[in-house]
């Protein structure tokens, strides 16, 4: 509490003492200074500096200097931004919270949009960023606007727009750890009311484990996509767009590797764990395994959105169309080795390991209708309608032996919405702004367990209705400085826990709608003639009713299954400042830093962790073995989160060519990857330095760029599993090593025109 006091009175001063240096600067120069950023924070154009939101902003530019091309590069955009890379579950965090969780029935609290698209599940998100014009993050509940999956935050990805005159390029990459990767992209005018933009890519990475088995790579990477974009304005008044959208991704894997064997830990185990470690020393560096079938997992997107705008006499109709499909494949080897699993636990006459996978198939249909004043006057607002409808098809199978499961369900959601925003000029300097939404959620299940000689089927059907909203005050302190205070309420609706082992009690009591209240206090200023900038955010959020991924023993398998519960309650508070600096002309300084405290308030009777004790807090209540969390950090939200940067360019002479060099460095702090906080699963904090240099010729049509990613080859964990029950009251810890955490160097070769 004291650290949000003493950065309330940081955020306080700043405010005060900011209008007299902008008050003392000439106004600014927009060539000479930082550029203007707009964004649609609040679904229409804005300054950056005048929305009562906190909001972080990359641009086409910072995305190529910066070597954004996964999404999971985008941590270096926002201080309050985390991603959890699980093998076959990826999850984003905001200011510490966001969703992890198994069920295709559960949405997350974090939602992804790309060109008014909202994606399906959350890993439908984590593909390449190709073509992109810039990534907005939206930090807090956003649900008045942009809906119920947006209880923590929001990342809003647009892409380029169609060119005014014909234009194109085509890039290849190259890199140490054998990716190759084209793009290519051509854009223009086809008649005075037509325009077109057409961008297509393809990749392939060989993976960065070694399988000792038979001396292939795993976690390779293969990716290709296509984008097209038809822009139109038939009459003065009419605007619209249509984007067709196509991507697949291959991963050989998703593996982990062994992290820490205990001793003896191979001699007493259900499952045979000697031969995994044949050749292999487990730690922090091991990037091998030794198993006969590494898996995959494939994903296959498509997108179709259309968008027009009527321009009114004093407001703007706008409908937004969508619908999209999702594909996911995916199968793990469950047992993670050689070992003829079958054959070494009955001596029977099959043989083979433990696999777990099975398809899912998506799609969703969207419509928003929205109508807008036009801005110019003491009061402005919006209001609209919203309507989505998605079904989700998974199967499921795992097996042959240990923990059987088999299979099928299909998930539907519809939601119906109506909001409405609106701002007040109180004075010339001092605006209200309130937004209110009501939405109404159907969700339905249909669940058929075929392990059983007589299947048996679950169907159920529930619907929430639930209201959110915004209230906010900002006043200029001076013409660059503006402070704010806003309070909003999230709400992330209820979903059923479809996994194994569903049954007729999760029918009945689907997991609980989430909900949260954010305060939020903060300022954005320019001084110095726009040279600097400094935004700084204090923020308190409680959640009632979290949503979270948790783990319980099976007393007949004694294995680890998953299962969604509802944290009573948790809070999240902290401070968050960003500074972007452009001393001279060519050199540009950026940096953000976040504290983020997110503790769980009230979980009296979660579940123990593996092989805790009494004296660390495991008591028995009845048939279960439960502990008190209140007072404990949420999983993987770090407590500090910092990222600088620099971008510096410069002439070569006087040939006319030119180039651009930049470096970054990003830190967080430990976390945990636990809900249930087993000690055993902390990452330590570490810092990542990236870098790059790039030359052009004279007319800027060819560029050519060298870049590092992780210079000093820092090693760290995106995931860390202890495998206590699977082996037998051992802690065998399992880590995921992304690509990331490792040092490779990249050449980037660019011919534009």
Request: hydrophobic share 35%.
């Given at each position: ?13 700043a ?30 154009a ?74 399906i599940?959350?890993?439908q ?49 190259l ?28 990749g ?28 139109f ?27 820490a ?48 705008n ?6 703007t ?27 070494a ?5 099959r ?87 009501l ?95 400094v935004?700084?955010?204090v ?20 294995l ?183 040092r ?10």
């Amino acid at each position: 509490m004291t650290t949000i006091v003493y950065a309330t009175a940081l955020v306080a001063a700043a405010a005060v003492a900011l209008p007299a240096a902008a008050q003392q600067t000439s106004a600014p120069n927009a060539e000479e200074g930082l550029q203007s950023v707009v964004v649609t924070a609040q679904k229409r154009a804005q300054s950056m500096q005048d929305v009562p939101v906190a909001v972080s902003t990359v641009d086409a530019r910072a995305i190529e200097n910066q070597q954004i091309v996964d999404f999971s590069d985008l941590t270096r955009v926002s201080p309050a931004l985390t991603i959890n890379q699980n093998p076959n579950n990826n999850n984003i965090s905001l200011r510490g919270v966001g969703t992890f969780a198994y069920s295709p029935g559960i949405e997350s609290a974090v939602s992804v949009i790309v060109d008014d698209v909202p994606v399906i599940q959350q890993l439908q998100a984590f593909s390449n960023l190709s073509d992109v014009e810039r990534v907005e993050v939206l930090r807090g509940p956003q649900g008045t606007l942009f809906g119920k999956n947006s209880s923590a935050g929001l990342i809003n990805i647009v892409t380029k727009s169609s060119a005014e005159a014909l234009e194109g390029h085509a890039q290849l990459t190259l890199t140490s750890d054998h990716e190759r990767r084209v793009e290519a992209g051509l854009s223009g005018p086809l008649s005075e009311q037509l325009g077109y933009r057409i961008n297509a890519y393809a990749g392939q990475r060989d993976g960065e484990i070694r399988n000792l088995a038979n001396g292939t790579d795993l976690n390779g990477d293969t990716n290709k996509g296509v984008r097209l974009r038809l822009d139109f304005n038939p009459s003065t008044t009419l605007r619209g767009r249509l984007i067709a959208d196509y991507s697949k991704r291959n991963i050989e894997g998703p593996v982990t590797t062994l992290l820490a064997v205990p001793a003896g830990a191979s001699q007493q185990n259900k499952a045979p764990l000697a031969p995994a470690l044949a050749g292999i020393q487990p730690g922090p560096d091991n990037r091998n395994v030794r198993m006969d079938d590494p898996g995959f997992s494939n994903t296959e997107n498509s997108s179709l959105s259309g968008t027009l705008n009527w321009k009114l006499e004093d407001h703007t109709l706008t409908s937004v169309s969508t619908y999209q499909k999702w594909n996911y494949r995916f199968l793990t080897d469950y047992d993670g080795s050689t070992v003829d699993l079958l054959a070494a636990l009955t001596s029977g006459a099959r043989h083979g390991g433990v696999t777990q996978g099975g398809p899912s198939n998506a799609h969703m249909l969207t419509q928003e209708l929205r109508l807008t004043s036009n801005g110019e006057g003491v009061f402005n607002y919006l209001g609209g309608l919203y309507y989505s409808n998605s079904k989700i098809e998974r199967s499921f199978i795992r097996g042959p032996v240990l923990s059987v499961a088999n299979w099928k369900a299909l998930a539907g959601n519809e939601s119906m919405a109506a909001f409405a925003q609106a701002d007040y000029k109180l004075t010339s300097a001092t605006r209200i702004n309130a937004g209110l939404r009501l939405n109404r959620e159907t969700i339905d299940v249909d669940y058929t367990n075929s392990v059983p000689a007589t299947p048996v089927n679950y169907v159920g059907t529930h619907r929430d209705d639930a209201a959110t909203g915004k209230l906010a005050l900002q006043h200029d302190l001076a013409k660059a400085v503006m402070i704010y205070a806003s309070y909003a309420t999230g709400y992330k609706g209820a979903g059923y826990d479809i996994s194994t082992g569903f049954d007729a009690s999760r029918v009945r009591l689907p997991v609980a709608p989430e909900t949260s209240k954010a305060y939020e206090l903060g300022v954005k200023s320019r001084f110095l003639q726009n040279r600097l900038q400094v935004n700084a955010t204090v923020f308190d959020t409680d959640y009632d009713d979290f949503q979270a991924q948790s783990s319980r023993l099976d007393p007949v398998t004694n294995l680890t299954q998953n299962a969604l519960t509802n944290v009573g309650k948790l809070r999240t508070r902290g401070v968050e400042l960003e500074v972007t600096g452009k001393p001279i002309n060519t050199l540009l300084l950026e940096s953000s830093v976040g504290y983020v405290d997110a503790v769980i308030k009230d979980y009296p009777r979660a579940n123990c962790y593996p092989g805790q004790t009494v004296a660390q807090g495991c008591v028995v209540i009845g048939n279960a073995s439960v502990q008190d969390l209140a007072g404990k950090h949420l999983a993987n939200a770090p407590r500090w989160k910092l990222n600088l940067g620099g971008t510096y360019n410069f002439p070569l002479g006087e040939s006319g060519y030119s180039g651009v060099a930049n470096l970054n460095y990003q830190y967080q702090s430990a976390v945990n990857f636990d809900l249930l906080n087993n000690p055993l699963l902390e990452q330590k904090g570490y810092g990542i330095v990236n870098g790059s240099i790039a030359l052009n010729d004279p007319s800027h049509s060819f560029k050519v760029t060298l870049y590092v990613n992780n210079l000093f080859d820092k090693t760290y964990a995106s995931f860390i599993g202890d495998n206590y029950n699977f082996y037998s009251g051992s802690h065998v810890l399992t880590q995921t090593l992304a690509r990331n955490s490792q040092r490779y160097v990249g050449l980037r070769v660019k011919y534009e025109f």
